[in-house]
């Protein structure tokens, strides 16, 4: 009887909540608010929405970067440096996207080996706010620093010479920033994981960091 009053509950909750609403939940309350998102009938259009916001968020960000003449490392596509940020303002989003659904699918599948009870869209979902969240630590940095250079406050060729030499205030920021952004990526995949799918303990940590680790892996490969 609990649990038909807790999802009810939980299906109540969902109905009051939007894209942005989850967003701020998902910090205060991570596991209850994966609860709740799964009782929601949109779920899976509010998780594309997540994914598409930082998608675009970052797009719009590195198009500043590009008309502040910024330089990426070195990229692993064949794309000129000097031309690089210009394209992959282009490409970002798309490949966020793609990103989260080829991790959802993985994480899927390893469920499935390890007795999961969920569906793919449930994964799919929940796994959207699981990119998202942790992306906003990033992003947010990202575009303070993209609006300062393309405004010309602050220098590119000067922040990109200061993050690369270790003990400066800004590479120390750099990598605290970058550390706290894998963190939420491992810490977020197996709780959304082990609510979509119905696991707990060490399989819900290896299907979630399996798909945490895929995401970012072949994010890496087109994000300089």
């Known amino acids: 009887m609990s649990r038909v009053s807790n999802a009810a509950s939980a299906a109540t909750r969902a109905a009051r909540m939007s894209t942005w609403a989850y967003?701020?939940?998902?910090?205060?309350?991570?596991?209850?608010?994966?609860?709740?998102?799964?009782?929601?009938?949109?779920?899976?259009?509010?998780?594309?929405?997540?994914?598409?916001?930082?998608?675009?968020?970052?797009?719009?960000?590195?198009?500043?970067?590009?008309?502040?003449?910024?330089?990426?490392?070195?990229p692993w596509l064949t794309i000129p440096r000097s031309h690089y940020f210009t394209?992959?303002?282009?490409?970002?989003?798309?490949?966020?996207?793609?990103?989260?659904?080829?991790?959802?699918?993985?994480?899927?599948?390893?469920?499935?080996?390890?007795?999961?009870?969920?569906?793919f869209d449930d994964t799919l979902a929940l796994l959207g706010y699981a990119v998202a969240v942790p992306t906003l630590i990033t992003l947010i940095p990202d575009a303070v620093h993209a609006v300062f250079t393309a405004m010309g406050w602050l220098s590119r060729a000067a922040w990109e010479q200061a993050v690369s030499e270790p003990g400066t205030p800004d590479f120390l920021f750099l990598w605290i920033d970058m550390l706290a952004y894998a963190?939420?990526?491992?810490?977020?995949?197996?709780?959304?994981?082990?609510?979509?799918?119905?696991?707990?303990?060490?399989?819900?940590?290896?299907?979630?960091?399996?798909?945490a680790l895929v995401y970012q892996g072949v994010y890496v490969i087109f994000i300089r």
């Not at 949109?42 to 930082?54: Q, T």
């Not at 490409?91 to 469920?111: E, K, Q």
């Open 23 to 74: 967003f701020g939940c998902l910090v205060r309350h991570p596991r209850r608010t994966w609860a709740d998102l799964l009782a929601d009938p949109a779920r899976l259009r509010y998780g594309f929405a997540a994914v598409v916001v930082v998608g675009v968020g970052y797009a719009i960000t590195v198009a500043g970067i590009a008309l502040s003449d910024g330089l990426p490392s070195t």
């Open 87 to 119: 394209w992959e303002a282009f490409f970002i989003a798309p490949v966020t996207v793609l990103c989260w659904i080829l991790a959802a699918g993985v994480a899927h599948l390893l469920c499935k080996l390890l007795h999961g009870s969920g569906t």
């Open 183 to 211: 963190a939420g990526l491992l810490w977020f995949f197996p709780l959304a994981v082990a609510t979509a799918q119905r696991l707990h303990g060490w399989r819900a940590v290896v299907a979630g960091v399996a798909g």
